[in-house]
């Protein structure tokens, strides 16, 4: 199994800029989620979803976009990039038949310039 | 509203001594409880959980934790600490199980 899967890796962004960063899960979670991670602030919510067609947003919402129209895909857009979102970003996916242990990529590094 | 906090943002220990990491965690209903591990410029990695069964819960490389409903507290443990468990650990609750919440970590670090 690949689990969860992020891509880019690393993206460099201007300020104003739109871009849409890809999680995908191989597991059929119901549950998938967005967090951005910041130096001495854990790990925040950005978006998360229960199931196809279902999103809600958590946190720290303003500035993003999700949709969920598969189980496996949850997209996660910025939709004109500001400094303040750089940071490294986060999806994660899990079920209830397994406790709700979330099982997470290996992030996307992101630099607004 | 969940919320964590984590006390202790930096411990140090030496190899060979016992590991103690707290978190208190506010909940309205009976939670789930988590304990991820996260080593430089890599994601997550559960280490264990708590959902309602046993309260003392063993998790992946010899940590466990107890959950203690009347201190609100899920404090992760290790008999034995080696060099490999130098990174940072994250505590999470969640409600619901659709939407976690992380403390601010605490970055461990084993002196040889």
């Known amino acids: 199994n690949a689990g969860v899967t992020q891509t880019p890796k690393f993206q460099v962004l201007k300020t104003g800029q739109s871009m849409t960063l890809q999680c995908a899960q191989d597991?059929?979670?119901?549950?998938m989620s967005w967090y951005r991670q910041d130096p001495g602030m854990g790990l925040r919510l950005i978006h998360y979803?229960?199931?196809?067609?279902?999103?809600d947003q958590g946190e720290v919402p303003n500035g993003y976009n999700v949709s969920r129209s598969t189980t496996e895909d949850f997209p996660l857009r910025l939709l004109s990039a500001a400094p303040s979102q750089t940071s490294v970003y986060f999806c994660?996916?899990?079920?209830?038949?397994?406790?709700?242990?979330?099982?997470f990529g290996s992030g996307t590094r992101l630099t607004v310039v | 509203a969940q919320s964590v906090t984590q006390l202790g943002s930096h411990v140090s220990v030496s190899e060979g001594a016992l590991v103690l990491l707290r978190c208190n965690y506010s909940?309205?209903?009976?939670?789930?409880l988590f304990w991820y591990v996260q080593y430089p410029n890599q994601g997550l990695q559960l280490l264990l959980k708590?959902?309602?069964?046993?309260?003392l819960v063993k998790g992946i490389n010899g940590f466990e934790a107890e959950f203690k409903k009347s201190e609100t507290s899920f404090h992760l443990t290790k008999p034995s600490a080696h060099m490999s468990d130098a990174a940072e650990y994250f505590c999470?609750?969640?409600?619901?199980?659709?939407?976690?919440?992380f403390g601010e970590g605490t970055q461990l670090t084993v002196n040889p």
């Open positions: 979803s229960v199931g196809a067609g279902i999103t």
């Open positions: 597991m059929n979670h119901e549950y």
């Open positions: 994660a996916s899990s079920s209830v038949y397994l406790g709700y242990g979330y099982t």
């Open positions: 909940s309205s209903v009976p939670p789930y």
């Open positions: 999470a609750v969640s409600e619901s199980g659709s939407r976690l919440t």
């Open positions: 708590y959902t309602s069964a046993a309260t």
